[in-house]
C-alpha cells in the first residue's frame, strides 16, 4: 500500500474539474492511462479492471470456425473454379461433402467439433443436415444478406435451445421467444429504446424505474435529449445483498412507471435477483401492474449458476438482452441477441393504439408488408435498426451469425464441463 502510493502522482483537485461533464467510461479512460504511466515507472503490473472485457477467448469453435472456413472455399470452387473467383455453396450433397472433408482432416484443430455438431443438431433440433450446412457454409462465406433479416432460421433454433439453458436455467416457460440477431448488448439497448419510442410504447418524458446500481449507459440514456425520461430508482443496496426491498419494489406499484429497466446479474455488482424478488415481482405483474414492460439485461446470467431471468418467470411482460461478448470471451466479434415472447405485451398494446396512432405506424412501416398492422414489435425492430427504408439489407453479418451459432453447439457438447472447471479454478477471472 505504501509502495504504491509513493508512486501515484499527487495531482491537485482542480486538474479533475473539466472530467466533471465527462461519462465515467472517458474518465477511465483517462485513470487508465495514469495508471500505464504510473506502472511503467515501477515494477507493479496494470491490472485493467475497468473494463467488461474477459481476459481469456475460447479457442476451439475458433479453430472449428477457420476449419469450416476452408471447406466452404471448396465448396465455392466446386460450382466455380476460376482465378481468383469461386462459386455461391450449393445445398444438395453438401452434409456428405462436409463428412467427407472432416474424415480427411479428422486432425486438423477444430474438426473433433465440426464432426460432432451436425449430428448433434440433426438430432436434438430436427435439422435437415444439408440445409443446416449449407446454411453455415454460405453464411461464413458471407454471399447473401441476411435472410430472415431477424435471424438466419438454424441459427434463430440454436440460440433459442441455448438461451433456454443459459436465461431458464432449463425451466422455459411455455410457446417460444422470437429472436433477433444484433451486435453485442449495445445494438440490443439502441434498438430496443428506439423502438419503443417509434411504437408510441414510450414517449419522450415518460416515467420509467432503473434498478440501481445499474450498469452507467442506462443513466445516461435515460436523460438523452432523445427520451428525456422521468427515472425513478429503486435501489438494491449492498446491505441488502444488493437486492430489492419491499418499500423499492412498492415503488414499481406507482402506473406512471411504464418501464422498469435492469441489469441481470447486476453490473457492478455481479449478484442475481433473488427468487424472493422474482417471485414478489411476478405477483406484482400477476395482481397490480399487468401492464409493467420489463427490460432484463443478462449478459452476465451464465457466471451465476441455477440462474434464471426475468424473460423466463414473466416472457409476457419482458424484453431479454442476451450478448455473448462475455461467456465466450468475445467482444470483438459484436454478437448479442434481443428476445421478445411470441404472447408479449408490446404487440398487444400496439394492436390497442388508438386509430390516429396506428394510421401513422401502418405508413412508417407499410413498404415492409401489405398488412403492417400485424407486424410484430420484434420485426419493428429489425426494420427501425436500419431506418425502415433499408430493411431489405437489415440484419447480422452472416459470418457473426456462424461464429454464434458454432459456439453454442460447442458449449453445449463439449465445453460446458471445460469451462466450469476453468470457473472454479478462478481462471476466467477477469470478466465484469
Ligand atoms: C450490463 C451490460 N450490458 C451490455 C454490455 C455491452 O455488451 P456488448 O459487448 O455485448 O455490447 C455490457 C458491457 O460491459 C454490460 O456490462
Not at 210 to 233: K, M, Q, R, S
Not at 234 to 245: A, D, K, P, R, W
Given at each position: 500500500?505504501?509502495?504504491?502510493?509513493?508512486?501515484?502522482?499527487?495531482?491537485?483537485?482542480?486538474?479533475?474539474?473539466?472530467?466533471?461533464?465527462?461519462s465515467p467510461f472517458e474518465i477511465k479512460d483517462k485513470l487508465a492511462q495514469l495508471a500505464r504511466e504510473s506502472s511503467k515507472k515501477s515494477d507493479l503490473a496494470l491490472l485493467n479492471a475497468g473494463r467488461g472485457n474477459p481476459n481469456w477467448v475460447a479457442t476451439t469453435p475458433r479453430e472449428a470456425f477457420f476449419l469450416l472456413g476452408q471447406f466452404s472455399i471448396l465448396?465455392?470452387?466446386?460450382?466455380?473454379?476460376?482465378?481468383?473467383?469461386?462459386?455461391?455453396?450449393?445445398?444438395?450433397?453438401?452434409?456428405?461433402?462436409?463428412?467427407?472433408?472432416?474424415?480427411?482432416?479428422?486432425?486438423?484443430?477444430?474438426?473433433?467439433?465440426?464432426?460432432?455438431?451436425?449430428?448433434?443438431?440433426?438430432?436434438?433440433?430436427?435439422?435437415?443436415?444439408?440445409?443446416?450446412?449449407?446454411?453455415?457454409?454460405?453464411?461464413?462465406?458471407?454471399?447473401?444478406?441476411?435472410?430472415?433479416?431477424?435471424?438466419?432460421?438454424h441459427a434463430e433454433k440454436v440460440v433459442h435451445a441455448y438461451l433456454m439453458w443459459a436465461m431458464c436455467d432449463s425451466r422455459p416457460p411455455k410457446g417460444k421467444f422470437d429472436l433477433f440477431a444484433v451486435e453485442g448488448g449495445t445494438a440490443a439497448m439502441c434498438y430496443t429504446f428506439k423502438s419503443l419510442m417509434q411504437n408510441h410504447i414510450l414517449h419522450k418524458g415518460d416515467t420509467i424505474a432503473l434498478?440501481?446500481?445499474?450498469?452507467?449507459?442506462?443513466?445516461?440514456?435515460?436523460?438523452?435529449?432523445?427520451?428525456?425520461?422521468?427515472v425513478v430508482l429503486v435501489h438494491g443496496t449492498q446491505e441488502n445483498g444488493f437486492q430489492y426491498s419491499d418499500a423499492e419494489l412498492k415503488k414499481l406499484e406507482d402506473p406512471k412507471v411504464k418501464a422498469f429497466f435492469i441489469v441481470n446479474p447486476g453490473n457492478p455488482s455481479s449478484v442475481a435477483t433473488s427468487p424472493e424478488v422474482i417471485k414478489k415481482l411476478d405477483k406484482l405483474v400477476k395482481t397490480k401492474r399487468s401492464d409493467l414492460i420489463i427490460l432484463t439485461d443478462d449478459v452476465y446470467g451464465t457466471f451465476v449458476t441455477g440462474f434464471r431471468s426475468l424473460m423466463a418467470d414473466l416472457p409476457y411482460n419482458t424484453i431479454g438482452v442476451y450478448s455473448y461478448s462475455k461467456y465466450f470471451g468475445c467482444t470483438g466479434w459484436r454478437l448479442g441477441v434481443i428476445a421478445v415472447h411470441e404472447n408479449n405485451i408490446i404487440d398487444d398494446m400496439i394492436r390497442k393504439h388508438p386509430k390516429p396512432i396506428t394510421d401513422q405506424l401502418n405508413k412508417r412501416y407499410g413498404s415492409l408488408t401489405l398488412e403492417p398492422a400485424?407486424?410484430?414489435?420484434?420485426?419493428?425492430?429489425?426494420?427501425?435498426s436500419r431506418d425502415v427504408c433499408l430493411n431489405h439489407t437489415a440484419g447480422l453479418s452472416l459470418p457473426q451469425q456462424v461464429k454464434n451459432l458454432r459456439d453454442?453447439?460447442?458449449?453445449?457438447?463439449?465445453?460446458?464441463?471445460?469451462?466450469?472447471r476453468c470457473r472454479q479454478h478462478g481462471e476466467v477471472s477477469r470478466v465484469r
Amino acid at each position: 500500500m505504501e509502495r504504491a502510493s509513493s508512486i501515484i502522482p499527487s495531482i491537485p483537485r482542480s486538474a479533475f474539474e473539466p472530467y466533471e461533464k465527462l461519462s465515467p467510461f472517458e474518465i477511465k479512460d483517462k485513470l487508465a492511462q495514469l495508471a500505464r504511466e504510473s506502472s511503467k515507472k515501477s515494477d507493479l503490473a496494470l491490472l485493467n479492471a475497468g473494463r467488461g472485457n474477459p481476459n481469456w477467448v475460447a479457442t476451439t469453435p475458433r479453430e472449428a470456425f477457420f476449419l469450416l472456413g476452408q471447406f466452404s472455399i471448396l465448396e465455392c470452387k466446386r460450382v466455380l473454379d476460376m482465378p481468383d473467383i469461386g462459386g455461391m455453396p450449393q445445398a444438395p450433397g453438401i452434409a456428405g461433402r462436409f463428412e467427407q472433408f472432416l474424415a480427411k482432416h479428422h486432425d486438423a484443430p477444430g474438426a473433433g467439433m465440426l464432426t460432432a455438431m451436425v449430428p448433434f443438431a440433426v438430432k436434438k433440433l430436427g435439422f435437415d443436415a444439408d440445409a443446416f450446412v449449407h446454411e453455415l457454409v454460405d453464411s461464413i462465406i458471407g454471399d447473401n444478406y441476411p435472410v430472415p433479416d431477424r435471424m438466419l432460421v438454424h441459427a434463430e433454433k440454436v440460440v433459442h435451445a441455448y438461451l433456454m439453458w443459459a436465461m431458464c436455467d432449463s425451466r422455459p416457460p411455455k410457446g417460444k421467444f422470437d429472436l433477433f440477431a444484433v451486435e453485442g448488448g449495445t445494438a440490443a439497448m439502441c434498438y430496443t429504446f428506439k423502438s419503443l419510442m417509434q411504437n408510441h410504447i414510450l414517449h419522450k418524458g415518460d416515467t420509467i424505474a432503473l434498478g440501481v446500481p445499474i450498469f452507467t449507459p442506462y443513466i445516461e440514456i435515460a436523460e438523452l435529449n432523445d427520451y428525456e425520461f422521468n427515472v425513478v430508482l429503486v435501489h438494491g443496496t449492498q446491505e441488502n445483498g444488493f437486492q430489492y426491498s419491499d418499500a423499492e419494489l412498492k415503488k414499481l406499484e406507482d402506473p406512471k412507471v411504464k418501464a422498469f429497466f435492469i441489469v441481470n446479474p447486476g453490473n457492478p455488482s455481479s449478484v442475481a435477483t433473488s427468487p424472493e424478488v422474482i417471485k414478489k415481482l411476478d405477483k406484482l405483474v400477476k395482481t397490480k401492474r399487468s401492464d409493467l414492460i420489463i427490460l432484463t439485461d443478462d449478459v452476465y446470467g451464465t457466471f451465476v449458476t441455477g440462474f434464471r431471468s426475468l424473460m423466463a418467470d414473466l416472457p409476457y411482460n419482458t424484453i431479454g438482452v442476451y450478448s455473448y461478448s462475455k461467456y465466450f470471451g468475445c467482444t470483438g466479434w459484436r454478437l448479442g441477441v434481443i428476445a421478445v415472447h411470441e404472447n408479449n405485451i408490446i404487440d398487444d398494446m400496439i394492436r390497442k393504439h388508438p386509430k390516429p396512432i396506428t394510421d401513422q405506424l401502418n405508413k412508417r412501416y407499410g413498404s415492409l408488408t401489405l398488412e403492417p398492422a400485424k407486424l410484430k414489435f420484434i420485426d419493428r425492430m429489425v426494420a427501425d435498426s436500419r431506418d425502415v427504408c433499408l430493411n431489405h439489407t437489415a440484419g447480422l453479418s452472416l459470418p457473426q451469425q456462424v461464429k454464434n451459432l458454432r459456439d453454442i453447439l460447442r458449449f453445449n457438447i463439449l465445453g460446458l464441463v471445460s469451462l466450469k472447471r476453468c470457473r472454479q479454478h478462478g481462471e476466467v477471472s477477469r470478466v465484469r
